[in-house]
C-alpha cells in the first residue's frame, strides 16, 4: 500500500447516510473490518471495549425508537455495531478485569503486575483524576473510538460504506441493550453506533479546513 492509497481511502470514506438493502457484505470482509477493532491501541493495553453486532431486524426495530439520528441506517445497513464501553466495575485500577487481564492476556511476571498495577492506580487517582465514575467512562471511551475509526479506514480501504452515529438516547438505549440484548449495563455502557453497508448514491466532495488553519509548528 503507498500513501495514495490510503489518502484515496480517506477521500472515500464518507457518513454514509442510506445503504444499498441488497447489498450485504461478504463474511470475510466484515470479519476484517472487526479484526482492525481487536487490533487497536488502548491505553495501558486494557482494551475496554466490547462490540456488539445486531443484525436481527426484531432488535434493531427496537433500537428505532430511541435511536432519533440512526432510524435510515438501522433499516438499510448490512452491519450494524454498537461500541460498547467498559464502566468502572471493570476499569477500576483494583478490578478483577484488570488483574485477569495482566495475567492470563498480556501474560505477565507477577513483579510486573504489580508494577503496572500500581501505575495504574496512580495514573487513575492522579495523573488524570479518574475516580469519578463518569470520568472513567469517558477515559475508556476514548479508547473505543480509536478502534471506531480503524474500522471505518479499514471499511474504506476494501471499498465499504460506514456512517458513525451518537444520535440516541444514551440511558434509554442501555435500557434496550439491558432488557432485549442481556448485556449487563452495570459493566458496560453504549459510546457510539456504526452502519456499514454500500452507498446507494454519491456523497457531496468533502469539507475540510485547510491543514494551515488546523496545525501548528513551533
Known amino acids: 500500500m503507498n500513501k495514495e492509497q490510503l489518502l484515496n481511502a480517506f477521500n472515500f470514506r464518507h457518513a454514509c447516510k442510506e445503504f444499498d438493502v441488497n447489498r450485504l457484505i461478504p ?17 495501558f493495553g486494557f482494551e475496554p471495549w466490547h462490540f456488539l453486532v445486531v443484525q436481527d431486524k426484531n432488535l434493531r426495530e427496537q433500537l428505532r425508537s430511541k435511536a432519533w439520528g440512526v432510524t435510515k441506517k438501522l433499516d438499510t445497513a448490512s452491519h450494524i455495531v454498537i461500541g460498547l464501553t467498559m464502566k468502572s466495575p471493570l476499569m477500576r485500577w483494583d478490578a478483577e478485569y484488570i488483574q ?15 508494577g503496572k498495577g500500581k501505575f495504574f ?13 463518569r470520568k472513567l467512562f469517558d477515559w ?32 434509554e438505549t442501555e435500557a434496550i441493550l439491558r432488557n432485549s440484548f442481556g448485556i449487563d449495563t452495570d459493566k458496560f455502557g453504549v459510546s ?11 456523497p457531496k466532495a468533502k469539507t ?11
Open 27 to 43: 463474511e470475510e470482509d466484515f470479519e476484517f473490518i472487526l479484526e482492525t477493532a481487536r487490533l487497536s491501541p488502548s491505553s
Open 100 to 114: 485477569y487481564f495482566m495475567r492470563e492476556i498480556q501474560k505477565l511476571p507477577e513483579e510486573v503486575v504489580k
Open 121 to 133: 492506580e496512580t495514573f487513575q487517582k492522579s495523573d488524570f483524576d479518574l475516580t469519578d465514575d
Open 140 to 171: 475508556a471511551a476514548k479508547q473505543n473510538y480509536i478502534a471506531l475509526g480503524n474500522m471505518m479506514t479499514a471499511a474504506a480501504l476494501i471499498g465499504i460504506d460506514s456512517c458513525p452515529m451518537e444520535g440516541f438516547e444514551q440511558k
Open 192 to 202: 457510539y453506533m456504526v452502519a456499514f453497508g454500500y452507498r446507494v448514491m454519491e
Open 208 to 218: 475540510r479546513r485547510p491543514l494551515n488553519q488546523m496545525v501548528t509548528w513551533k
